[in-house]
């Protein structure tokens, strides 16, 4: 655990007391993780889910699909399809 000090100006703080009376946390240790955890969450890149890996490893196993040379080609292949 690591431990910090902040300065918190009156409105943040009471920002704060209102986080950690809401949520019915016991200090405001908590409630900065709480908030830390939310804007993680909410801003921060997630971790992609297990079933997206796997599905990105067979595109690139197998291929994106048909590649085209041409305009012409590709509209060939939508206009016999």
Do not use: C, W
């Amino acid at each position: 655990m690591v431990q910090s000090i902040i300065d918190l100006k009156k409105r943040e703080d009471k920002v704060l007391n209102i986080i950690k009376a809401q949520n019915g946390f016991k200090n405001k240790s908590q409630a900065v993780e709480f908030v830390l955890n939310v804007y993680e969450e909410s801003f921060l890149e997630p971790e992609l889910k297990p079933e997206f890996i796997e599905k990105l490893k067979k595109i690139e196993k197998e291929g994106y699909g048909k590649t085209f040379t041409s305009v012409e080609e590709l509209r060939e292949h939508i206009e016999s399809s």
